[in-house]
């Protein structure tokens, strides 16, 4: 396993590494259980996936490595 330690040191510099955690494995369907978990909204499980996939792909597309 990688050893890192994260943390930024350019605000101008190219990026080269960024972590990014996946979305949560469960739906979020009304706006009464997003206030119980302290969401602002609802959410659908596969939107966020593939929100999360496009970004990771458009991160590694750019040449950064997604941890």
Do not use: F, H
């Amino acid at each position: 396993m990688k050893s890192i330690r994260p943390g930024c040191w350019s605000e101008q510099g190219e990026l080269e590494a960024v972590i990014v955690c996946p979305p949560s494995i469960v739906d979020i369907p009304n706006a009464r259980i997003a206030a119980d978990v302290n969401w602002s909204a609802t959410t659908s499980q596969d939107k966020a996936m593939a929100a999360y996939l496009a970004l990771k792909t458009a991160l590694e597309d750019s040449g950064a490595e997604v941890l």
